[in-house]
Nanobody
């Protein structure tokens, strides 16, 4: 089992920045691909970003490329999501997730095994 706890959400004006953190405990953090997903009211949960075990490869959904940055610190068992130039459409609950897959990236909700409880991010216009 891997336990994930997000922190750092909040309210920000459009154009502003927020940083999310996700602290992991349980099994060895560096054994897992880590990802961020989000779910807006009335919508399905969607992939935002992922980072491989060593941090050598990152993946982003098109709508956040150039604005969001995912990173990890395996010594601190923590993954981060730096969000810049935020837009009202970024408003959602953001979830941290851990996956065991290797090789070709898989970024569906079902491809991740463990989930945090979520952190609200609200961007006002």
């Amino acid at each position: 089992q891997v336990q994930l706890v997000e922190s750092g959400g909040g309210l920000v004006q459009a154009g502003g920045s927020l940083s999310l953190s996700c602290a992991a405990s349980g099994r060895t953090f560096s054994n897992y691909v880590m990802g961020w997903f989000r779910q807006a009211p009335g919508k399905e949960r969607e992939f935002v970003a992922a980072i491989t075990r060593s941090g050598g490869n990152t993946y982003y959904t098109d709508s956040v490329k150039g604005r969001f940055t995912i990173s990890r610190d395996n010594a601190k068992n923590t993954v981060y999501l730096q969000m810049n130039s935020l837009k009202p459409e970024d408003t959602a609950v953001y979830y941290c997730a851990a996956a065991s897959w290797r090789g070709i990236p898989r970024i569906g909700v079902r491809d991740f095994d463990y989930w945090g409880q979520g952190a609200q991010v609200t961007v006002s216009s």
